[in-house]
């Protein structure tokens, strides 16, 4: 079974990557559609990270990256970005010495380069959907606890307007409470029209909330299907969910 | 099987919120955290108002009664927790009165507070173990296409009213109030924007 969503937003075909002789991506397809979450998990070092810098143009590859109806021969960032594809990386990469806003307003750059003014609206709605930021506008970036560092990263993703929003580990080094917000915010996001491509290590809440499922071994797609189709299959259940879950070793600690 | 991602999906949304009490008491203890006791409280009127009286009646009426309707399987699992479901006023009133003698600052307060919440987080992991590694995978095996579109739509006509992933509405108020203790709660448990303000 494929990804047989009506309009795709992102469609990849046998994408590969290597670093030097080493193969981390293999012959990797996956589809978005148009309003879909999509996840890909799989354990650390599978390659997940290398396909979301191959499909921005981060990193050199080889197969075909299509977005948003038309391909893309050698992807490249700047112009990815201003077609309305954006990425928030698993480290974030915000400007520590500038305040939230300024950090916010940085997103619309390449929109506003393009001759768009309508990033002051766009910051009220980033606002809107993340409360703690207008709180913490003037505070330096560099000062914002680990998760609202993460609600900067993806509001200043947003305010490129991305059709298709890209995310990194959203929940990596987050406590569950605030893992909890992300993914409820993600949901949200996905309310508004936004394709979202969602790479994580925590399945379990990643696969709740996603429409389709990707499970990324060694480089390679291993299996996919509709979430809760995955969310129930035995191998991804013994490899990735394990018995009792996740919040289950949260009540325990 | 939406139902089944709902109720898994609520009962991380649980877990969550015993995660983070567990570990502000933790931190209290250790003198690296001072208690902010309307947090406390909004926290346990969660518990109240979320587990006790929204998901258990879903689990009792949409997953429960109809499994029992297809086989006599898990029985006695399943009276045993219709029985703790049944007990979630004395659960939470042993919560509420030990939090009480902590905020009113008795001599043992903090141990008594503590102690009630570690049976509280203590109970839900057996209990959610028990759904979970007992009678969810006898729904799974029992439950026919009927049963299945029962579940589902009771599970989404009664969405998990604190900020589960799976609610499509956007204005419900305890979402609200979800969204509001995570904010509230220390980082780098939550946001840090505490203390708590009451509404």
């Not at chain 1, 001759?115 to 930021?133: A, N, S, V, W």
């Not at chain 2, 086989?71 to 939090?99: C, F, K, P, S, V």
Request: proline share 5%; net charge negative; charged share 25%.
């Amino acid at each position: 079974m494929t990804n047989q969503a009506k309009n795709p937003v992102l469609q990849i075909d046998r994408l590969c990557v290597s670093y030097g002789k080493v193969e981390a991506l293999t012959n990797a397809s996956l589809t978005v559609g148009e309003g879909q979450i999509v996840t890909v998990i799989g354990p650390n070092g599978a390659g997940k990270t290398t396909m979301l810098s191959a499909i921005m143009g981060v990193l050199g590859s080889k197969g075909t990256v299509h977005f948003d109806g038309s391909i893309e021969a050698v992807p490249e960032v700047e112009r990815l970005v201003a077609r309305g594809m954006n990425l928030v990386p698993e480290k974030r990469e915000l400007f520590g010495e500038m305040s939230v806003e300024d950090n916010l307003v940085l997103g619309a750059f390449q929109r506003y380069r393009m001759g768009h003014r309508d990033h002051p609206k766009t910051l009220d709605e980033i606002y809107d959907l993340f409360p703690r930021l207008k709180e913490r506008r003037t505070q330096l970036a560099g000062t914002l606890s680990g998760g609202e560092r993460q609600m900067l990263a993806v509001g200043r993703a947003l305010m490129a307007k991305p059709k298709l929003l890209m995310l990194d580990e959203p929940s990596l080094g987050l406590a569950p409470l605030i893992v909890r917000e992300i993914f409820r915010i993600v949901t949200e996001l996905r309310r508004r029209g936004v394709s979202i491509l969602l790479v994580e290590q925590n399945a379990r809440a990643a696969l709740q909330v996603a429409d389709y499922a990707y499970v990324l071994e060694t480089g390679q797609i291993a299996m996919h299907g509709p979430a809760t189709q995955l969310a129930d299959d035995p191998r991804v259940v013994e490899a990735y969910l394990g018995l009792g879950g996740k919040h289950q070793a949260m009540l325990s600690t | 099987m939406e139902a089944m991602r709902i109720i898994m999906d609520e009962h991380q949304s649980l877990a969550a919120i015993i995660h983070a009490i567990r570990l502000m008491i933790h931190e209290i203890g250790a003198g690296k955290l001072q208690p902010d006791f309307k947090l406390f409280a909004a926290m346990v009127r969660y518990l109240d108002a979320y587990p006790e009286k929204r998901h258990h009646p879903k689990e009792d009426a949409f997953l429960f009664a109809p499994l029992k309707a297809r086989t006599n399987e898990g029985d006695e699992a399943l009276a045993r927790l219709e029985a703790e479901h049944a007990q979630a006023e004395g659960r939470i009133a042993t919560l509420q009165a030990a939090l009480a003698r902590y905020t009113d600052g008795a001599p043992d307060g903090f141990a008594g507070f503590s102690a009630a919440f570690d049976a509280y987080a203590d109970f839900y992991r057996n209990h959610m173990l028990l759904e979970e590694r007992e009678i969810l995978p006898l729904v799974k095996k029992h439950f026919t296409a009927e049963d299945w579109a029962a579940a589902d739509a009771g599970f989404a006509a009664t969405p998990d009213p604190m900020g589960g992933t799976r609610t499509t509405g956007s204005d419900d108020d305890f979402r609200r109030i979800f969204s509001k203790l995570v904010a509230a709660a220390p980082a780098p448990i939550g946001l840090g924007a505490g203390p708590y303000q009451d509404d």
